[in-house]
């Protein structure tokens, strides 16, 4: 038992030491590729699915532009300036919606969906779930909300395998990021639910609807003017 318990509690320190290790590099460093890419990968080589590929190259914030920011946190996260990688007013919404017998759509914050990209896999278990929590935390100390919303930008799949805004803008509309328009930024940010399905360069009417919802969502909580450097107070 003393053995055991030895192995386990080293087995914590070196878990903690190279978690938090890895997320103050990724301060500073860009992430050279995520774990769902790496999935991806894998599920293709399994599979033998040739069309399994992906599109990435990292592009830094200052090179995209400003409305692809503010438009997935319109869609995603409009609380994102003001928590602490948790937004406790919408599981208080959520817990009451369960109550009264309604469905809750399923939305976690940007930077509980960077913690789960670019560190974990896919999947509803309660381990999973813990380390989620483990590792939005660390983001949230060790960075600032403008690096966790580079990152996001930067990993976030906008089509089947393409991901990131350059990817994206690059492969959809044959530009840079920085030349994204708001229109374009809202589609990108359409597409987040099921980006394998939709498509933000042939939008259906559903995608196009959801984009129009997006700009309107812009406008009504300030404009890129609304993205924060670091968290605010309320």
């Known amino acids: 038992m003393k053995k055991a318990f030895k192995w386990f509690y080293k087995t914590i320190l070196w878990f903690l030491a ?113 380390l989620e929590a483990y590792f939005t935390l660390l983001i949230e100390t060790l960075w600032d909300k403008r690096r966790i919303l580079e990152v996001y930008l930067n990993i976030a799949e906008f089509g089947d395998g393409v991901y990131g805004v350059k990817a994206a803008s690059q492969q959809f509309w044959k530009k840079p990021p920085a030349n994204l328009t708001m229109h374009e930024a809202a589609l990108l940010a359409a597409v987040l639910p099921n980006p394998k399905k939709l498509k933000a360069n042939a939008p259906s009417g559903y995608v196009q609807g959801r984009a129009s919802t997006i700009m309107q969502q812009i406008a009504r909580i300030g404009g890129p003017s609304y993205i924060p450097v670091k968290r605010r107070k309320r």
């Open 18 to 130: 190279i978690s938090v290790g890895m997320v103050l590099l990724l301060r500073f460093v860009p992430p050279v590729t995520s774990s769902f890419m790496i999935q991806r990968v894998f599920e293709g080589v399994f599979t033998k699915n040739m069309k399994a590929s992906i599109a990435y190259s990292w592009t830094s914030y200052e090179n995209i532009s400003r409305y692809a920011g503010i438009a997935v946190i319109a869609s995603e996260d409009q609380r994102f300036p003001y928590h602490y990688g948790f937004d406790l007013k919408q599981i208080q919404d959520a817990r009451k919606t369960i109550e009264r017998g309604g469905r809750v759509r399923g939305a976690s914050t940007i930077s509980q969906q960077v913690a789960k990209n670019l560190f974990l896999w896919s999947g509803k278990t309660y381990f999973r779930k813990g």
